[in-house]
């Protein structure tokens, strides 16, 4: 989790030497709209990329998981259309990515794009263009430097038609420290905060991918009643559960925000502690704590800057509970059929 930024360093390097290569595919007109597929954290990616690909393209695209587009194809691509694939893979060797990419490419003419992180992947062999992060390699069974490395090149490959924008992006890795050096030992209070026992974490838009991320590095590593909603869904009904054990992060957006703020008020008022993480300062008057990014980017472009520090909430709370973070209950690194 602390060395993540030497893997940003590197997506933007990866991104940066395949420029014209990703331009063309972007505006290539070969494919009608995209299909974005991943398994557990790397749907989760697959999530956050996708609507990032439908505002930045402005072509449809939608996040699925592979298992669905393997056995559900129907449900998925409409007859007639001619999708192009993005299969998001930290290994490249998960069964169901591996399959549903192999039917894509029988049944639709389609380019297939695939991020991950080790170049000898199955998926790489399948791809034609592959955008391999290899510093985003980690020994951790949970994602953590690998899925903010892929979401990073994602964002930058998006970003590319705006050189300016793209060089205050390579601001990202000196900004993910300082975050960390900053707000370190708040993420760590909170995580061995034991009155605490439930965790919702709130994303909207861009950031919803990114909020049911971190609910599942929260789950997995430290075995804790976690749960990711939309902002305001979470006045629809799962608000009943929140008490005073209770603490609601808000990865807050740059267009929702006041109606974002408005939900983290209304549940402080009913007893939970709350997070915001937000780009501009938030008033102690608002939510309990704010992690404050202040990096001038927009929010297609510094998604990575909400992960490390609620990766490592989920770090301190497994500690905590006398969990081995890197040896989560049940998992293993790849899940092959
Ligand atoms: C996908 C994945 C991981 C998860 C676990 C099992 O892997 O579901 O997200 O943490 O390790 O595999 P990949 O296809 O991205 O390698």
């Excluded at 014209?20 to 494919?31: E, L």
């Excluded at 590095?217 to 209770?246: D, W």
Aim: charged content about 20%.
């Amino acid at each position: 989790i602390l060395t993540q930024s030497a893997a940003w360093q590197a997506a933007l390097e990866v991104v940066e030497s395949k420029r014209d290569t990703i331009q063309a595919y972007w505006r290539a007109d070969q494919y009608s709209d995209i299909v974005v597929t991943g398994c557990g954290s790397t749907y989760y990616l697959s999530q956050a990329v996708a609507p990032l690909l439908q505002k930045q393209l402005g072509v449809r695209a939608r996040a699925v998981p592979a298992s669905e587009l393997l056995f559900f194809p129907e449900t998925v691509v409409v007859p007639g259309s001619h999708p192009m694939l993005l299969a998001i893979s930290r290994s490249g060797h998960t069964t169901e990515t591996i399959r549903a990419t192999q039917a894509f490419k029988r049944q639709h003419r389609g380019p297939v794009i695939t991020i991950g992180c080790y170049p000898e992947a199955e998926l790489v062999g399948l791809s034609d263009l592959a955008l391999v992060i290899h510093e985003g390699q980690e020994q951790s069974v949970v994602q953590t430097r690998s899925f903010s490395a892929m979401l990073l090149a994602a964002q930058a490959a998006t970003a590319l038609e705006d050189a300016s924008l793209f060089e205050r992006m390579r601001a990202l890795p000196d900004l993910g420290e300082q975050l960390i050096a900053t707000y370190h030992d708040l993420v760590k209070r909170l995580g061995e905060d034991r009155h605490i026992n439930r965790f919702y974490f709130l994303g909207s838009g861009l950031q919803y991918g990114l909020a049911s991320e971190i609910n599942l590095k929260m789950k997995e590593m430290s075995l804790s009643i976690s749960e990711a909603f939309h902002f305001m869904e979470f006045r629809h009904g799962p608000m009943s559960m929140v008490n005073e054990q209770t603490l609601v992060v808000g990865l807050l957006s740059d267009t929702a925000r006041d109606y974002e703020l408005a939900v983290l008020r209304q549940m402080r008022a009913l007893g939970a502690q709350t997070l915001a993480l937000s780009e501009q300062d938030v008033s102690a008057a608002e939510v309990n704590q704010a992690i404050v990014f202040n990096s001038g980017l927009p929010e297609e472009n510094r998604g990575v800057l909400y992960l490390p520090l609620l990766q490592l909430m989920g770090y301190y709370r497994a500690r905590a509970n006398g969990q081995t973070p890197d040896a989560p209950h049940n998992l293993t690194a790849v899940v092959v059929l």
